[in-house]
């Protein structure tokens, strides 16, 4: 499976930004499509996931009620759309896909995109 993560940039604090994961080669593997992040001197952190039918979503509490992930099954594609970003949102996103559900940490995952940066300026 290859994954091409997509959207990344600079905004400012309270702006927003529309994540895009594109899945190809052996998608038939995929139940579970997440989102994680890494900021500057920190671990891998997870940050949202979805199922392949779309029908289970989970956040990370530190973004729920600020981020929305969703999922075109039929293009393989997923989206992470981020409302009222902060600093510390600040990291770079990788989408990455699991066989599993649920699936929360990045040792459940098997294949990652290479990452978009995403800067929030305050």
């Known amino acids: 499976v290859q994954l091409q993560a997509s959207g990344g940039g600079l905004v400012q604090a309270g702006g927003s930004l529309r994540l895009s994961c594109a899945a190809s080669?052996?998608?038939?593997?995929?139940?579970?499509m997440g989102w994680f992040r890494q900021a500057p001197g920190k671990e891998r952190e997870f940050v949202a996931d979805?199922?392949?039918?779309?029908?289970?979503?989970y956040y990370a509490d530190s973004v729920k009620g600020r981020f929305t992930i969703s999922g075109d099954i039929a293009k393989n594609r997923v989206y992470l759309q981020m409302n009222s970003l902060k600093p510390e949102d600040t990291a770079v996103y990788y989408c990455?896909?699991?066989?599993?559900?649920?699936?929360?940490?990045?040792?459940?995952?098997?294949?990652w995109g290479q990452g978009t940066l995403v800067t929030v300026s305050s």
């Open positions: 979805i199922t392949r039918d779309g029908r289970s979503t």
């Open positions: 990455a896909t699991s066989r599993k559900w649920p699936a929360r940490t990045e040792y459940e995952y098997d294949y």
């Open positions: 080669g052996g998608t038939f593997l995929i139940w579970t």
